[in-house]
């Protein structure tokens, strides 16, 4: 039991109040989740020549994004436009690991999403100084100078073009290593979500959504607002590094233009939070899909997806702010992912 | 000991909104601030909660000087408040309003399993318990208020700074709220209370200062306070006689 500092008389029946998370259909979205991991886990095994793994390789990283960045801008308030530094950096990692020391390049994907988180830090010291459009404006200037500095760089090499050779790939066939980015891509798709699910369920996400609501109410409230930002900020920033490398192994070919790309990294990854839902842990989910769709409509055109997606994110943006799960929750207040509790005792509402 | 002491505080924003005012409360008081719009009574209370710094001057809780330590800390050291804008966090429930007080605003970090019997408590006491459930943006005014209560409750505060809790209400909402603070009083929770209406005021607290242009012009029991020439004439407007 709490230590009462007050000597408040504790009330009748004082273990009478219990939290439940969990709703029956989020009991059923954990089971579906469950099964499509499964199915998705499985998918080398079926889909023997590749028509929906290629693709999916590239819908789960940027789910990977998706996530960490609306853990940040919707669970945080952190609108980050600086992403992409933090995918850059673990893909220049990654080189720099796998190519130049010979390192293992499966395992250097957590070693370059700690480069990445590393990387955080400082970045942290002055963007946090900074809120709302000043923050996000911070981010993005850092982002430009890390891929100027990278562009620079006599070892990093960013102006030209670099690969992963077969040298670095090390023995592994063709078909490992396609399987295994596949394999370490969904795994960026279902961390990714599950990280999120963890820390909203946890106390930090209860600090997060006080911060992110009203900074000033969460102080007052013996909420440790720095502290409880930067905890996201480097969870979410080694995780992106995590995906710049798997983008790597994926195409493993890149200069600093492409691995530091805000419209690759960032726009996208705005645009399909914000068709989903942004501060929703399914509305990510329901964005990325709708990505898959436009990007297999518009294959050939990569200009015309950005001006369709973004189209569509900005008109979400005005009639739908919630996105479409916001839609949904019109509809009917589902929940898939059990975040919120509720308090269940005598005398408590039921609703 | 004091519990809560200012020593020769100032504030300015361009003109001085502070101006070298002393003030201490011991274990237990429960003292009402007075004073006209402008007279310095929420930034007083800005400064004790540490959301504003001082120009000059010391704040001290138990005579530690706290006056650079941050809002959050000082919540954890057991000063709550409420504010006179209620600022919940919208897009949470009410319950999950308060739990994030319980959990963080105790003088250590309580699992929620821990924090759950203090909120509900304060959910009970301040009125909120069968809205527990609902989202707190949705809430009228003075359910707002009633939160704000709450969530300062669920701190576990050994001093409770009330701002204004009662403007904006019914005269049934001030009776009701007249006798949830007295409730929180009696279990000897320390209070300071800004607030403009009075009779609210003087149904609890033992003792009242009055401010006006950021000092102290009077301090000691209610009738005398509240009948005393300096406070007639900022007050009402009455010239002293």
Redesign the interface.
Same mark, same amino acid.
């Given at each position: 039991?709490?230590? !009462?500092?007050? $000597?408040?008389?504790?009330?009748p029946g004082?273990?009478?109040?219990?939290?439940s998370r969990s709703t029956a259909e989020s009991k059923a979205g954990l089971a579906g989740s469950a099964l499509l991991v499964i199915v998705l886990f499985t998918l080398p095994w079926w889909d023997s020549d590749g028509s929906l793994q290629t693709p999916l390789v590239v819908v789960l990283y940027y789910l990977g994004l998706a996530q960490m960045w609306n853990l940040l801008a919707g669970f945080a308030g952190m609108i980050s436009i600086g992403q992409q530094m933090f995918v850059g950096a673990g893909t220049y990692a990654l080189l720099q690991f796998a190519e130049a020391w010979g390192l293992d390049p499966w395992l250097s994907v957590p070693a370059a999403g700690l480069v990445a988180a590393a990387l955080s830090a400082p970045v942290a010291l002055f963007a946090f100084r900074l809120s709302g459009g000043y923050f996000a404006i911070g981010t993005w200037v850092a982002a430009e100078a890390v891929r100027l500095l990278v562009t620079e760089s006599n070892d990093l090499r960013g102006g030209d073009v670099r690969s992963l050779t077969r040298e670095s790939l090390g023995d592994y066939s063709l078909e490992t290593r396609a399987n295994v980015t596949y394999w370490l891509a969904l795994a960026l798709a279902v961390g990714g979500t599950a990280i999120v699910v963890v820390v909203l369920r946890s !106390?930090v996400g209860?600090?997060l959504?006080?911060v992110?609501?009203?900074e000033? $109410?969460?102080?007052?409230?013996?909420?440790?607002?720095i502290r409880t930002k930067a905890l996201v900020w480097v969870v979410a920033a080694f995780w992106t590094g995590c995906a710049g490398a798997v983008i790597l192994l994926s195409a493993p070919s890149t200069t600093a233009a492409s691995a530091f790309s805000v419209s690759r990294w960032m726009a996208l990854v705005i645009f399909i939070v914000v068709i989903g839902g942004v501060?929703s842990t399914t509305g990510p989910v329901l964005g990325v899909l709708v990505f898959w769709f436009i990007d297999e409509q518009l294959s050939d055109a990569e200009a015309w997806r950005f001006i369709v997606l973004g189209g569509i994110a900005a008109v979400m943006a005005i009639v739908a702010p919630r996105g479409l799960y916001g839609l949904i929750q019109r509809w009917r207040p589902l929940q898939f992912f059990p975040v !919120?509790?509720?308090?269940i005792?005598p $005398?408590?509402?039921?609703? | 000991m004091d519990l809560v002491a200012v020593e020769g505080l100032s504030k300015s924003f361009g003109v001085k909104v502070i101006d070298d005012l002393s003030l201490s409360v011991s274990p237990g008081d429960a003292l009402g601030i007075v004073g006209p719009n402008g007279a310095g009574k929420t930034t007083l209370l800005n400064l004790v909660a540490g959301d504003l710094r001082p120009d000059g001057g010391r704040v001290l809780l138990e005579g530690r000087d706290i006056t650079s330590d941050r809002a959050d800390q000082r919540c954890r050291a057991g000063i709550g408040r409420t504010s006179q804008i209620p600022r919940p966090f919208e897009a949470m429930t009410v319950f999950e309003n308060v739990l994030a007080g319980a959990v963080f605003g105790s003088g250590f970090p309580l699992s929620e399993r821990e924090a759950t019997e203090p909120a509900a408590e304060a959910l009970r006491r301040s009125g909120l318990l069968a809205k527990a459930n609902r989202r707190a943006g949705a809430l009228t005014l003075l359910d707002r208020k009633r939160l704000e209560l709450a969530r300062a409750l669920a701190t576990q505060p050994r001093v409770l700074l009330l701002d204004e809790i009662a403007g904006g209400l019914t005269e049934t909402e001030v009776g009701e709220l007249i006798d949830t603070i007295g409730s929180i009083r009696a279990d000897g929770v320390t209070l300071v209370w800004i607030e403009h209406i009075v009779h609210a005021l003087l149904a609890v607290v033992d003792r009242i200062m009055a401010m006006s242009f950021g000092r102290k012009i009077a301090e000691g029991d209610p009738e005398t306070v509240m009948n005393s020439p300096e406070v007639q004439e900022v007050y009402l407007g009455v010239a002293p006689g």
């Open positions: 039991m709490s230590v !009462r500092r007050t $000597g408040q008389p504790a009330a004082a273990t009478a109040y219990r939290i !106390r209860l600090a959504r006080s992110r609501d009203s000033d $109410g969460a102080r007052s409230l013996g909420i440790d607002v501060g !919120r509790r509720r308090l005792g $005398g408590a509402d039921s609703s | -």
